[in-house]
């Protein structure tokens, strides 16, 4: 019996795991997803807490804006809930399967459920905060097509 056909009876087959391709921040482009990178955190601010008592358990949800980057430049991270507790300033986190959202015309780097942020070993290498692509206003533009 050929692999194809073992295949199609037996359990699903997983995928084989791509290697991270680990990119730069100043490499980071509006709609784009999929990024791994390495970033020290400069600085956190929470943005919203709010408790909810519901029947069993008490949900809380809390959003932090941080300042992340590398040696090429900065980015706003959108740290949400358990990701808050991390993104502590001066620790080095590894940021998989990241996605730029746009929020008022301005990247923000976004993990979702498909994501991961952890924490790494510290980094040797300075944050560049003079090129921080959340200050970069971005238009949408539509392109009439003829």
Request: charged share 25%; glycine share 6%; aromatic share 4%.
């Amino acid at each position: 019996m050929s692999t194809a056909a073992q295949q199609g009876r037996g359990a699903a087959v997983k995928p084989a795991m791509r290697k991270p391709v680990f990119v730069k921040v100043d490499q980071l482009k509006p709609g784009t997803s999929g990024h791994t990178l390495v970033v020290k955190v400069v600085n956190s601010i929470t943005v919203l807490q709010k408790g909810r008592v519901a029947s069993a358990q008490s949900r809380q949800t809390r959003i932090s804006e941080c300042l992340v980057g590398d040696e090429t430049g900065a980015i706003i991270f959108t740290a949400r809930n358990e990701q808050v507790d991390i993104m502590k300033p001066g620790a080095t986190v590894i940021i998989r399967n990241a996605k730029i959202d746009m929020f008022k015309g301005s990247m923000r780097l976004v993990v979702d459920k498909w994501g991961r942020v952890e924490v790494a070993e510290p980094a040797s290498f300075a944050v560049k905060e003079e090129n921080n692509l959340s200050l970069v206003e971005y238009e949408l533009v539509n392109v009439a097509e003829e």
